[in-house]
């Protein structure tokens, strides 16, 4: 298995902040692993919101998490500060791949490295949808190169 580098911030489009808790650290003293999934979930859902691309409650088409990994460059540890980077690796007829890295208080390389993948559904049938023209557009603003 090929272990991926840290990643540096300049390889991400959208970034937001969210903080390390004293309840995230487990008994070894740093911030459990299954933490850093939730801040993948943060920040991909919290971009579909801030761009009108998600209504959780009444939207007509859901991202399900069909896949999700993370590679762990370094530990982070309460009261540091977390940044998500966010870019889309590969946009499909009714999926996309995000890319997720997040930094630890200033530093420009990821202490942690993720990818999520949303697939699309009908929120009532929960079968497969393309992705809206809107999401499309928005997703390709933010894709790597």
């Given at each position: 298995?090929?272990?991926?580098?840290?990643?540096?911030?300049?390889?991400?489009?959208?970034?937001?902040?969210?903080?390390?808790?004293?309840?995230?650290?487990?008994?070894?003293?740093?911030?459990?692993?299954?933490?850093?999934?939730?801040?993948?979930?943060?920040?991909?859902?919290?971009?579909?919101?801030?761009?009108?691309?998600?209504?959780?409650?009444?939207?007509?088409?859901?991202?399900?998490?069909?896949?999700?990994?993370?590679?762990?460059?370094?530990?982070?540890?309460?009261?540091?500060?977390?940044?998500?980077?966010?870019?889309?690796?590969?946009?499909?007829?009714?999926?996309?791949?995000?890319?997720?890295?997040?930094?630890?208080?200033?530093?420009?390389?990821?202490?942690?490295?993720?990818?999520?993948?949303?697939?699309?559904?009908?929120?009532?049938?929960?079968?497969?949808?393309?992705?809206?023209?809107?999401?499309?557009?928005?997703?390709?603003?933010?894709?790597?190169p």
């Amino acid at each position: 298995m090929t272990r991926t580098r840290p990643r540096p911030r300049s390889d991400f489009h959208w970034f937001c902040q969210v903080n390390t808790q004293w309840k995230d650290i487990d008994i070894y003293g740093h911030v459990n692993n299954a933490v850093h999934y939730t801040w993948f979930d943060t920040a991909v859902n919290g971009w579909l919101i801030d761009r009108g691309l998600l209504d959780p409650v009444r939207g007509d088409a859901v991202g399900l998490v069909v896949r999700t990994s993370c590679e762990y460059f370094d530990e982070v540890v309460f009261p540091d500060l977390v940044t998500c980077g966010l870019c889309v690796s590969r946009v499909g007829t009714t999926s996309v791949t995000y890319e997720i890295s997040l930094f630890r208080n200033d530093r420009d390389q990821s202490f942690a490295h993720g990818t999520f993948v949303h697939a699309y559904v009908d929120r009532v049938t929960r079968r497969p949808v393309s992705l809206s023209d809107e999401l499309r557009h928005a997703v390709h603003q933010i894709q790597e190169p």
